[in-house]
C-alpha cells in the first residue's frame, strides 16, 4: 500500500479535482483499492464522491487516536474506492492540535497504527489538503510515499510551487524525512500562449525533473465529473484522456 497526498499552496488549481479523477482512473481502469482521506475543511472531495456527512470522520485520525478505523471509512458508489469524509467541523482541529505533542505526526501515528488493516484492504490511499502548510497538511505531507504537487498556469501558482518546495524541503529536514515531494502535474492549461510560456518556465526550472508533461486542459468535462460523481475515465476516451499517459509517467517515475 502507498500513500499520496495531493497538495499546493494556491487554492483552486485543481488539487480536488485530480484526487477525484486519479482515484477514479486507478480504481475504474486499474482494478485497484483505494481509499481517500479528505483532509480539507471544505469537504470537496467528499461531496465530489456524493456524500454530505454530519461530522469529520477524518478528524478523529487525528484527535480520537483509539477510535476504530472501520467506523470512519465510508463506501463510495464506485467499486473499490472508499473515503474517510469530513466536512466544515474540522476546521477546530487546528486549534485543538496546536498544544499536542507531536503534533505534525499524529495521522502518521494513527495509520501505523492500523497499517495490517489498511494494507491488506487497499492499493492506495489518497490524500487530498487544504491550501496551506498548516498542522493538519504537514500531517498529510509527513505520512505520504509521495507527495504530488498541482499547478494551474497563473504565475502565482508558479511562485507557490517554488514557496512550498522550499518550506518542505525545511520542515522534512526538521522531522527527519526524506523529502518526498515527487510530482508536479500542469492542470487547467489552455491553448493561449501563457500556458505556452508556463511550459517553458518549468521546464528551465529546478522542478523539470518532476513534472509531468502531459498537462491537463481547461475542459468542462472536468468541471463536470465533479457535479456528477462520475470520473473522467467512464467519460473521455483514451486519446482525449489525459490520465493514461499521466498515470503512466506516475508509475514509470516510482511515484505511485
Ligand atoms: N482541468 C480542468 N478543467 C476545467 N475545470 C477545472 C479543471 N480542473 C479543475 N477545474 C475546476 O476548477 C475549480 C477548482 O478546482 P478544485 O476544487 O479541484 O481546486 P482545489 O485546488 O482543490 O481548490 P481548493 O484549494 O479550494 O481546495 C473547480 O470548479 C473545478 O471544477
Ligand atoms: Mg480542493
Redesign the pocket.
Known amino acids: 500500500m502507498k500513500i499520496i497526498t495531493v497538495g499546493?499552496l494556491?487554492?483552486?488549481?485543481?488539487?480536488?479535482?485530480?484526487t477525484f479523477n486519479l482515484a477514479g482512473y486507478l480504481s475504474i481502469k486499474e482494478n485497484k483499492k483505494i481509499l481517500l482521506i479528505d483532509l480539507?475543511p471544505?469537504g470537496?472531495l467528499t461531496q465530489c464522491l456524493q456524500l454530505d456527512v454530519f461530522e469529520s470522520l477524518a478528524m478523529n485520525m487525528f484527535i480520537n487516536q483509539g477510535k476504530n478505523i472501520k467506523e470512519l471509512i465510508l463506501k463510495t458508489e464506485i467499486n473499490n474506492l472508499d473515503i474517510v469524509p469530513t466536512n466544515i467541523g474540522m476546521s477546530s482541529l487546528e486549534v485543538k492540535l496546536f498544544n499536542e505533542i507531536s503534533r505534525e505526526t499524529k495521522l502518521m501515528k494513527y495509520i501505523n497504527k492500523n497499517k495490517d488493516y489498511l494494507s491488506n484492504k487497499y492499493d492506495y490511499i489518497l490524500i487530498?489538503t487544504?491550501?496551506s502548510l498548516n498542522i493538519t497538511n504537514i500531517n498529510a505531507y509527513a505520512v505520504a510515499d509521495s507527495i504530488i504537487l498541482?499547478s494551474d498556469n497563473s504565475v502565482h501558482s508558479l511562485r507557490a510551487l517554488d514557496i512550498v518546495g522550499n518550506m518542505w524541503e525545511q520542515i522534512s529536514l526538521d522531522l527527519e524525512i526524506d523529502n518526498n515531494i515527487k510530482a508536479v502535474i500542469l492542470?487547467?492549461f489552455d491553448t493561449f500562449s501563457i500556458s505556452k510560456d508556463f511550459i517553458k518556465e518549468i521546464k528551465e526550472s529546478n522542478l523539470k525533473t518532476i513534472t509531468i508533461p502531459q498537462e491537463?486542459?481547461?475542459?468542462?468535462?472536468?468541471?463536470a465529473s465533479?457535479i456528477t460523481g462520475i470520473p473522467v475515465i467512464k467519460i473521455l476516451k483514451k486519446d482525449e484522456n489525459p490520465y493514461f499517459n499521466i498515470v503512466d509517467e506516475l508509475e514509470q517515475k516510482g511515484v505511485l
Open positions: 499546493a494556491k487554492g483552486g488549481v485543481g488539487k480536488t479535482n485530480f480539507d471544505q470537496n487530498d487544504n491550501p498541482v492542470n487547467n491537463i486542459r481547461k475542459k468542462q468535462v472536468f468541471k465533479e
